[in-house]
């Protein structure tokens, strides 16, 4: 057997033993979601406010709360890949409106990952934030409610976190119409799978 006829059966055989694919974070045999196929917030959802979309890597996860070990824990929670689209601009419904997609190789690190953010609302959030429950397009998690700034024309902040399998959808509105019922509605049109 010539040289290209032993290459060409030796990957045929690796084919059909499927080498060469990684575990996709729900356990199952195929290809790794990158952070650009992560799905966040539509552009045209949050009309007239430029957006600007990033990967979201572990390092930038650990920097949203100043927890002892939070950087340890992201990744025992097998952490894979995230994407951030904000939203920012001078608008008379919303200025600051923030959309990530997680991804976790289980549905369990995606579990822990909203129930330590619920477990540790003010290091996320502040002291005075509150909680409640909330749940979208069959995924749950949790609405907070950060206390207003004391400051001049402060606008209401509300932050949605839900739990969809392996990933997590989170949700950030900020400005004069932001509403539960808003961030209900926005998150909900954010696709979970």
Same mark, same amino acid.
Not at 81 to 97: C, D, K, M, N, W
């Given at each position: ?70 950087? %340890?824990?992201? $990744?025992?929670? =097998? ?5 951030? /689209?904000?939203?920012?601009? @001078?608008?008379?419904?919303? &200025? ?57 024309? %402060?606008?209401? $902040?509300?932050? =949605? ?5 392996? /990933?997590?959808?989170?949700? @950030?509105?900020?400005?004069? &119409? ?16």
């Amino acid at each position: 057997m010539n040289h290209l006829a032993r290459m060409g059966a030796l990957l045929a055989l690796l084919a059909a033993a499927g080498c060469g694919q990684q575990a996709s974070p729900s356990g199952q045999s195929g290809p790794v979601a990158s952070s650009a196929t992560l799905p966040v917030l539509a552009a045209s959802a949050v009309p007239g406010i430029p957006s600007v979309t990033t990967p979201f890597t572990a390092a930038d996860l650990a920097k949203d709360a100043p927890v002892h070990g939070f950087a %340890a824990k992201i $990744a025992s929670w =097998g952490y894979v890949a995230g994407r951030q /689209r904000t939203f920012q601009g @001078e608008s008379h419904r919303l &200025t600051l409106v923030i959309s990530r997609a997680l991804i976790f190789r289980s549905s369990a690190g995606a579990q822990h990952y909203v129930a330590f953010v619920r477990q540790h609302p003010a290091a996320f959030f502040g002291i005075g934030v509150q909680a409640r429950h909330l749940a979208a397009r069959n995924a749950s998690g949790w609405l907070f409610t950060p206390p207003l700034c004391a400051c001049h024309l %402060a606008n209401p $902040a509300l932050v =949605g976190i839900l739990n969809a399998h392996t /990933r997590v959808i989170w949700l @950030e509105i900020n400005g004069p &119409t932001a509403t539960p019922a808003l961030l209900v509605r926005l998150i909900g049109s954010v696709p979970v799978q």
